[in-house]
């Protein structure tokens, strides 16, 4: 048995020398945005928990957050961060709009820097006229003031969804320090330690809602055509760019297509992405859909890739392709197509938080382990 064990041992000396020798998989070149080196392309893309506290972290999010940091991944965004506390989703969601919940977050990113390499990102956002609901496996619906909800407000007063109370339309001024409230955001994600930021345009949630001719009916300077539909993102993305430190990078996720006639759609997304490429946007996120219920979506493995392959080659900006990436081959022929620069994983990953080692294995690359994980490597044997 000790002989087969050495035997093994050589056997995998040899694999790892040979595949060192082979060029590595796009999937695990490193990426540099910015100052920022990421050691592979794979993301952890945000992922609501409704598990927080007044916007504070629980320890729910040791848990979770420390668990993906070991994926590795080469970059993890957390979840939606609301910039105010009428822009969660839920009463659970996480915020930065009090410093208090900022030094919460910094023994979270201390942890998951002290065992992992990932870099560290946070999404945030303001639900909009999507606020003030239940959790999922509460039913997600609606809350009234008398069940711990608050009034929702949005570019419009158009509900959701037809069973929803409308939302309240902001005033100039309301925008206005919505503008202000992402800077601050933006701040406090610098205080917490966090490396990068995207901001949340897309699925529905306010920013969207500003850009979609469905749900944006103003008859302001944030209304009717394209370049005041865009208004409020830009501003939102300047300011936040003028907070946050040069050398770290800022990126957006935005739903490419309402998947609805007369809705937002990619020839608007190439427009906007061009705008916030000329900004100094560090990626574009390219996702889909979230306006209406009533879309309807052609749905299949991954679906939404095309989306940021089409805003890739218009503006040359580095994108993130996500919706339904499952598998390594997959993902590594998307970037060898030159389809995306970055790919994305959120319930695969919830599913298997080992994916990028999985991936790894199957395409004959090396990736880090932890010491206390080192005996699971199948490519290393290791005596009891």
Wanted: one cysteine or more; proline letters at 6%.
């Amino acid at each position: 048995m000790t002989i087969r064990k050495r035997m093994n041992l050589t056997a995998n000396q040899t694999q790892i020398a040979n595949t060192m020798s082979q060029p590595t998989p796009r999937l695990f070149q490193p990426l540099t945005l910015r100052d920022l080196q990421l050691g592979n392309r794979i993301v952890v893309s945000p992922m609501c928990q409704y598990s927080g506290s007044a916007g504070h972290v629980s320890d729910w999010h040791l848990m979770h957050v420390g668990n993906l940091a070991l994926s590795g991944a080469g970059l993890l965004i957390m979840e939606m961060t609301s910039v105010e506390a009428r822009g969660r989703i839920s009463p659970y969601c996480l915020g930065l709009w009090q410093d208090s919940q900022a030094e919460a977050l910094k023994p979270l990113l201390d942890f998951c820097r002290r065992h992992s390499d990932a870099a560290m990102a946070v999404q945030i956002a303001h639900a909009g006229r999507k606020a003030s609901c239940a959790p999922p496996w509460q039913g997600g619906g609606q809350l009234t003031t008398a069940q711990g909800g608050w009034q929702a407000v949005a570019p419009s007063a158009i509900s959701f969804a037809d069973d929803q109370s409308p939302p309240r339309a902001l005033t100039r001024d309301e925008i206005k320090q919505l503008v202000d409230d992402f800077a601050a955001a933006t701040r406090r994600a610098g205080v917490a330690g966090y490396d990068a930021i995207e901001l949340h345009g897309a699925h529905g949630y306010l920013l969207h809602q500003f850009l979609s001719p469905l749900s944006n009916q103003r008859e302001d300077e944030y209304g009717g055509h394209l370049d005041n539909r865009m208004r409020l993102v830009l501003e939102v993305f300047d300011a936040c760019r003028a907070e946050w430190p040069t050398g770290k990078p800022l990126g957006i996720r935005l739903s490419a297509t309402d998947w609805l006639p007369g809705g937002w759609d990619l020839d608007q997304t190439l427009v906007l992405a061009q705008k916030l490429h000329e900004r100094g946007c560090d990626w574009i996120d390219v996702s889909s859909a979230g306006l209406s219920p009533k879309a309807h979506i052609s749905v299949g493995p991954g679906y939404q890739v095309p989306f940021a392959e089409a805003v890739r080659k218009a503006t040359g900006i580095t994108t993130m392709a996500v919706g339904l990436i499952t598998g390594a081959q997959q993902a590594e022929q998307i970037l060898q197509n030159g389809q995306a620069d970055l790919v994305a994983l959120a319930r695969g990953l919830l599913y298997n938080p080992r994916w990028p080692w999985h991936a790894a294995a199957e395409l004959g690359v090396e990736l880090p382990y932890p010491n206390q994980y080192q005996r699971c490597n199948p490519r290393v044997v290791t005596p009891k």
